[in-house]
């Protein structure tokens, strides 16, 4: 018998008794196409990507892989003086399931985080499943690392001091990009932020099972998503780690990772497997359990007390990199 979930945070089953059946969980296949066009994917579009005029915003557009178009990338640099060092980089991937998204999704978290830190911004748009299965998103996600780091120069920024940052599906795609470019021996960045990351494709774990028909993104959403990327593959035993970063044998070598996750929410199994494996392989990990937290607790709530405690630790985190200082 599968265990009771734990209860969600009092202040965030507030939230989502607020938003009523919004809430319940029943992503499948069919539900891709309305949700690209519904009035949730409108949103991003409505965010001020300048921040009142902290950000100059331009595209930019990396050739992509061989035989692949080229891949979008927003450039976000602040407006404030140069302070006559290299700003160092965020290289934002979105979330969406592998389905959803583009590369406005999120950017106020992000931007956030660059204005507290004098950063750069990349956002990067990656092709979407099931149109454009594994290894195109995690393929653009690659090439447009690969741009930002030989164009860097050109928007004051340090190709020495990138650090990768994904949410849900995009910390996923980030942990892919981490493995990728140890394996290629391409750029390093100083560390890798995965928040309530997209790990595992098996979709089997006791948390899994736990939360099914209860978190916001649910066993059944989970099973859309990495079906969409993987197909047929989905579960069985051919299945790369560079779609499905749980999938990896060694995850040594590895910058350093933040990572963290709601105790009631479906990927929590996953993420602290994944956190442990790191420690296990020699490598530095700090991992956050959110208690009550649900898929996207804080993005819903973001007000909430437990949404503030992860939004600090991120960035309290985030300043502990060398960042600021190029000496590290």
Known sequence: MTPVPPPFDPELAAAL????????????PADIEPARHGPAAELP????LTMDGAFEVTDRTAPGRPGAPGVPLLVCRPTAPD??????????????????????????????????LDA????????????????????????????????????????????????????????????????????????QLLMSPMLDDRNDSLSARQLAGVDMWDRTANATGWGALLGDRRGGPDVSPYAAPARAED???????????????TFRDEVVAYASRIWQ????????????????????????????????????????????DPAG
């Open 17 to 28: 008794e607020q938003v009523g059946d919004r809430t319940r969980p029943r992503f499948t």
């Open 45 to 48: 579009e409505l965010l001020d």
């Open 83 to 116: 302070t006559g060092a290299p700003r160092p980089v965020l290289y934002y991937v979105h979330g969406g399931g592998m389905v959803l998204g583009s590369n406005k999704v999120g950017m106020n978290t992000a931007l956030d985080w660059a204005r507290e």
């Open 120 to 191: 750069v911004v990349v956002s990067v748009e990656y092709r979407l499943a099931p149109e454009h299965p594994h290894p195109a998103p995690v393929e653009d996600v690659y090439a447009g690392l690969l741009w930002t780091a030989e164009h860097a120069g050109e928007f004051g920024a340090d190709p020495e001091r990138i650090v990768l940052v994904g949410a849900s599906a995009g910390g996923g795609l980030a942990a892919a990009l981490t493995l990728l470019l140890r394996d290629r021996e391409g750029p390093r960045p100083v560390g």
């Open 251 to 265: 995850l040594s070598g590895l910058p350093p990772a933040f990572l963290d996750v709601g105790s009631a929410e």
């Open 281 to 324: 392989c020699g490598g530095v990990a700090e991992l956050h359990v959110w208690p009550g937290g649900f898929h996207g607790f804080d993005a819903l709530a973001p007000q909430a007390a437990l949404s503030r405690c992860a939004a600090a630790a991120r960035l309290a985190w985030l300043r502990r990199l060398p960042t600021a």
